[in-house]
Structures are given as C-alpha cells and as structure tokens.
C-alpha cells in the first residue's frame, strides 16, 4: 500500500510551472458554426437553436440601434419597432416571445429574425446618410 502511495505522488508531481503551448491549428469561424449547427440538427433541438439565433438578433440589434449590450430584449424590440415603424406587440413576440418547438416552425421564425435584422439595418442606414 506504501509503495502505491509512493508510486502514485511519484507519478503525480510536476515538475516546476504550467507551460501555456499554442496549438498548431488553426479553426475557421466558419467551421466552428458548421459543426454547431450539425450538433443541433443531430439533437433536433430547435428551441435550442431558435434560443440561439434569437439571443444573436438581440445583440446585433442592441449594438445597431446603440443600446447597451446588456440591453433587456423588450428595450430592443422596442427600440427596433420604433426603429422601422412597426407594431410593438409584434416585435416583443418575435424577440421575447415562445420559441419554435420544431424545425418546420424554426425556418420561418429565422426567416422573420434576418427580416427584422435586415430593417432596421436599412433604417439605420438611411438615418446615418440624410443631412
């Protein structure tokens, strides 16, 4: 039992610090999303990825409209509503709403994101560009 003791803090001791090593790959954000997305798609967790794509609309948004990062999502959806000149209520149920529980729900639901993504884009584009 001694020796098993002694053979394990043997085995077990380092010698002097930890040595940070860089890796010798380099990964593509490109193929880091990729495979996320398969790792979904393999668990058919839509809320999930819904949750995902909704939590990246919110900063995005947050960041466009001059928000603070922390922003709560109903401050977003308002200030995107107010934004593009759009219903209120409709914008809080896209961004704070229930997610979709399957996929056939998910495409639309992030089809609605890019949409309200891609108008207040537009709209603050227009803002930035008038005199």
Do not use: N
Not at 8 to 18: E, I
């Amino acid at each position: 039992m001694i020796t098993a003791l002694l053979a394990a803090a043997w085995r077990g001791r380092r010698f002097g610090p930890l040595v940070a090593e860089t890796l010798p790959v380099t990964v593509r954000a490109s193929e880091t999303m990729l495979g996320r997305a398969r790792l979904t798609a393999k668990a058919a967790d839509a809320a999930h990825a819904a949750d995902a794509l909704r939590t990246g609309t919110i900063s995005r948004l947050a960041a466009r409209l001059g928000l603070p990062a922390r922003a709560d999502a109903a401050a977003v959806a308002d200030a995107a509503a107010d934004r593009i000149r759009v219903d209120r209520a409709g914008a809080r149920t896209l961004l704070t709403g229930p997610l979709p529980g399957s996929d056939a729900e998910l495409v639309p639901y992030a089809r609605r994101l890019a949409e309200l993504e891609t108008a207040v884009e537009h709209a603050v584009r227009i803002e930035r560009s008038t005199p």
